[in-house]
């Protein structure tokens, strides 16, 4: 599936990627409707058609990602709200053996989410994933989404990697395409981002929905620094 000889960084994704994303899906589906219904005192319904407008009017930019975004919108506490649902984080259970392989094997393991830092730091606090990591970014502090050419650009240049030597994990589509133009060779796609739905169908990039098959393959290609 993957050359794990020419892999010497690997950038990971992070919600439904490392963590499981029943949380995210729970939250902005059900959890931030449900309270905006009892706060703008309009029905369950109304709330989910009218936020979910609205996400679709934003994705994918730097707002949909911004819980200070929200919390102007929406006049309510984002961050108090995630915490009303935070046992709902975890990391997906396939992610330990294989973060533990990768960095066991000697190679760069980078964080690279859109994530907000309070939503970061939120997960880290009930994961400490942040163990597993050389080094963590929000996009946020770069002004542009995984998305966008340009957080590349700005992360290339903050993080230097070489392309052609660098793995990239994510969820999305879109977000694989976009690193897939900025020239990195080695892409993976998770295809059951969320424990409590069907996996997904993909046929544009290797996926996986257990890293644990990728494991043996890591240890026989450990790398130097």
């Known amino acids: 599936m993957l050359n794990w000889s020419e892999i010497s960084t690997v950038l990971l994704d992070m919600d439904g990627t490392i963590l499981d994303l ?24 109304q709330a989910q058609e009218k936020l979910h407008s609205h996400y679709d009017r934003v994705a994918g930019t730097i ?35 294989f973060l533990q392989a990768l960095r066991a094997s000697g ?8 994530a907000h830092p309070d939503s970061l730091s939120l997960k880290i606090e ?29 992360l290339q240049q903050k993080h230097a990697f070489a392309l052609d030597k660098t793995l990239f994990v994510d969820d999305s589509l879109p977000v694989l395409n976009s690193a897939k133009k900025y020239g990195i060779k080695h892409l993976l796609a998770v295809a059951n981002p969320d424990s409590q739905q069907a996996e997904r169908a993909i046929a544009d990039y290797p996926a996986i929905t257990d890293y644990r098959i990728l494991l043996e393959d890591i240890r026989k290609s450990p790398v130097s620094r």
């Open 22 to 45: 029943h949380f995210d899906n729970q939250f902005w589906l059900v959890h931030l409707p449900k309270r905006y219904s009892e706060y703008a005192n309009i029905s369950f319904e």
């Open 63 to 97: 707002a949909w990602y911004c819980l200070d975004y929200w919390q102007e919108q929406t006049q309510l506490p984002i961050t108090t709200l995630k915490r009303e649902i935070q046992h709902l984080i975890r990391l997906r259970e396939d992610a330990v053996d």
């Open 107 to 114: 190679r760069e393991v980078v964080l690279v989410t859109n």
């Open 126 to 154: 009930r994961t400490q994933l942040d163990q597993y990591f050389d080094c963590l970014y929000s996009t946020h502090e770069f002004g542009a989404t995984k998305e966008s050419q340009l957080l590349w650009q700005r």
